[in-house]
């Protein structure tokens, strides 16, 4: 587990890794799902600003859209999850992550977000 | 809310529970996936109990339903079942619903639970100077679907032998855990199957008799999801997705329900069979998606740009392993079965392809 993971009220999560920034879904998200079916991630390059949505996650009973913690430019996607959704339900939360960016403003894109922990603690 | 008698069954097991039609239901247990496969390839258990069940009994009680159903329930024979609709003056649908003909003038009614008390007020409505009885003893009464491939073994395990079990549409009375008991072999799943209906203080017994004895056979538990998934991979129409009000049989592809030559008058039959004859501006259409993506309720549906109608269901079918959906398109543009149309999800247009209502065969035939 990132120990600098923060999330969002929309459970997204972010944690920082050699100067880039990963952002997927919490495990109460995922649990709250269930089968993740679809995913939809964005173009590589493409930029959004906090709390645009950034992409879809479906799963067997409706669409649930997704929305950046944070602001920042698409630098990856984690294609495999195109092909292969479920991954998400198989693999510890915090490896299946969505987008890797890069967040020039993210001292005060974050300043809402909570630790893992406390907004573990809120959502239970 | 209201909780069924399998309410504290449901959380021992560990089910995720939702609101459906003012009830607390299981919406499922592990998972969706795995529960639907589970009923197609081994059982599944369902917990059914909030649907409706009201009896008709008395002199009138054939010509009382006559005069609200397209179907012809004079040519129901004793315990046999009959799909139909009850159809209002404009000949929308105001429920659709199972008649099991217990014997003469005796007939048993399963409604969905959603409509139980307008249906409950239509049939007082319609009561009129027939003489029948309308007894609603949802009350009184449970029902579980037992469902899947290795359904009537389980069944014979559990105290009723494979010759004394019904034929598919049928219903017989039994004794089960020194209990009567309805039971028929219908279904909303696509798969051979039956549904039991025991007095609510006998459920528990009987649910979990069913689950113990029907381990050899894998079977599962199965919530509101899978039951979901498992009607649209076998084409059936819902009541407030498919079916409503303002939706006759006729577009809504069920005229295989309406009795072209019934003598009779019932609620709406002008319209109904103005409707046969020259046709409807919309009507229900299957659809499987070409492009990656999932078609959802309100959905638009387009052709050549034009918007031509919603969809009403879509889902990723878990066995056949397609995105597929149900929806009504309007007529005037002639589409038919091969014909490419665009599902609009979020902005974008996906192409999909309208089908035959038969996303599945129905590969285990009862009996």
Redesign the interface.
Known sequence: MAENMLCSSSHEYVYEKDGYYYIGLTDYAISQLGDIVFVELPEINSTYTKGEIFGTIESVKAASEIYMPIGGKVEEINEQLIEKPELLNENPFEDMWLIKISAPHFEEDSKDLKEYSVYKEEVE | MARTYLYNNHIKLGA?MVDFAGWEMP??YT????EHNNVRKNAGLFDVSHMGEIFVTGADALNFLQNLVPQNVEKLIDKKALYCQFTNENGGIVDDLLIYKLKENDYLLIVNASRLETDHNWLLKNKKAYNVNIENKSDIYSMVALQGPKASQILSEIGIPINEQPKTFYITEAKLLNEDVYISRTGYTGEDGFEIIIRNEKISELWETILEKGKPYNIMPIGL?ARD?LRLEAAMSLYGNELNENTSPVEANLSWTIDKDKTQNYIGKDIIMSQLKNGTDKRLIAFKMLD???A?HEYGIFYNNEEIGKVTSG??A?FIGQNIGLGYIKTDKNLKVNDTIQIKI?DKMYNAMITTKDFITKHNKGN
Do not use: M
């Open positions: 995720k919406v499922q998972s969706i996936l795995e999801g998934t990656r993506g999932i959802r889902c990723i878990p979020r």
